[in-house]
């Protein structure tokens, strides 16, 4: 994992009980990358009063209960941590999941696959073949614990969609800029629907409702309509651990 | 320990299961979700002697009622109610004795504040979800309560000996906020996108808005006038706090709220202040708002001046209940 070029990032003040941190430089995917990397750094030295965060592609809310912490004193943490260099070389390493997803790519499942081809200037098939050969990697979990990858290797970023789509069904798999997520529940979205995969991404029964985190590792494997049948997919697990 | 069934009668247009909300959850996004209006939330709790963040009962329009099987501990805060025992009128915002077998019922005052909260001393049997009996509804979490539920109760009450029509128990220093007939006023810190939108500082100062119908748990959509920025610059998906004052492309001014995801392309002029959150969380379709702008100093005294009367509260209720030989979990704060 990249880490962050200089240590430097902005903090922004939110509101009275939040701050905003990006990582002020020209490349976008340096930004994205040294969030990430700030964001677990912080996570795992977490100043005291500080409450949650909540992610962005490029930004991380940091929100504090001002009554057990000072705006400056978060702040002054925040620095703290974006410059400080670990002595002892890299941050604890964390276990990496992989996944393969099993997707149905077709008219059907992918109301949006004819348009983004043409977008692109590919053929529908040749979108498949890119998607299923890109390697994804969660960087945030969107709403509703939606994994929201990046990695998506196409000749041109895909716009969204100028009208949203009103009900996508669960485990839709969308793609928007250069990146892919995919639809935990019923509901809107302005991503491009794809594909769609038969695990249940997300299962509310389960103490932890999801089997993946930041930074897991995602490809998503063509399957037929009689093969995903065949899966009897159920929850969506990891394929193996690797360290 | 005794367990309880509390039988509802009657619910509103919307009851719910609800606490403080979610902790440490937003991270993986799951918005913290939890009580509209935290602060009656927290007094219901402390005035049946529970923790802040028990579970309890959240209810929005129509009439809400419950007849318990055995004697129990109830407060209920919120928006003015007419809350009766048995058909006798009693106070809201006040420790209440209800006996075994008598009904009490909660009708809001829909003009004025628009959930109500009725907190039961003791553990209401609630699912959860990631540690929180909150709904979500775009996780299909409903935690509904319907008519004619029966929901189970842990308690540790045996009763004070007291009728329920006698005079209140306690005097005790109970801070009720003020639910104005006329516009209620939200105090706002300036956010960076203010800049964006030359002038809108002024608009917003100096206008009253009106909460639509179109609003939410995820925003208050509001009609009055704003000011768009010239420029159309994407913005990239970004969290927001809750409060946050957001102009969207329509004529409109959006308040976020605990239910709100990322957001994206449109300008932040502001947050509202944490202490204005809960009467924000209050306000309904109809309901009239100002807004006034403040800094972040300001903002964090007026919120540590409620948080001292809400400790007040604790500490006053710890001793009026140990007085009366009813332990109380100590307070943690």
Redesign the interface.
Known sequence: MTTAPSGDVAV???????V?VTVPHADQAIRRSAIVAF?DRF?EHRPHGV???????????I?FD??QTA?QHVEYAVRLLARWAPADGPEQPRTVREFAVPVVFDDETGPDLVSVAEEVGLHPAEVIEAIAKSTFTIA???????PMMDGLVLPRAVRRRAEPRTDVAPGAIMIAGDNAIIQ??P?PTGWRVVGRTPHTI?D?SRPD??SF?TGDVVRFVPVTRDEAAALDAGFLLPVEVSV | MTTVALEFTGTGWTTTFQDLGR????????P?GGAADQHSAVVANLLVGNPRGATLIENLGGELALVPDADVLLAVTGAPARVTVGGAPVESWSPLVVPAGQEVRVVGDAGRGTRTYLAVNGTLAAKT??GSAAP?A????GQLVTRGSRVLLETEFRGFRRRFFEPPLFRLPVPVPRFDEGPWVVDV?A??GIHAIPGIREVIEEAEYVVTPRSNHVGLRLDGPVLHPDTDAEI??????V??LQIPHADELIVLGRYR??TAGYPIV?????DCLPLLGQAGPGQRLRFRWTD?DS??RR??RR?AEVCALEHAIAEAFAAVGFETPLPQH
Do not use: K, N
């Open positions: 922004e003040p939110f509101g009275d009980s939040a905003m964001r996570l409450l949650d965060v909540v992610s962005g592609l490029e930004s991380l809310l929100e001002p009554l705006p945030l979990l969107g709403a509703a614990m939606a935990p529940f509901g997300v509310i409702p999801v985190g | 902790r440490d959850t937003e991270r993986r996004g799951v913290t979800l990631l979500d775009r996780m299909g979490f810190v956010s960076h990239v998906s970004h969290g927001v706090p409060g946050a995801s990322l502001g947050v509202a202040s944490r972040r903002a964090i919120l540590a948080e």
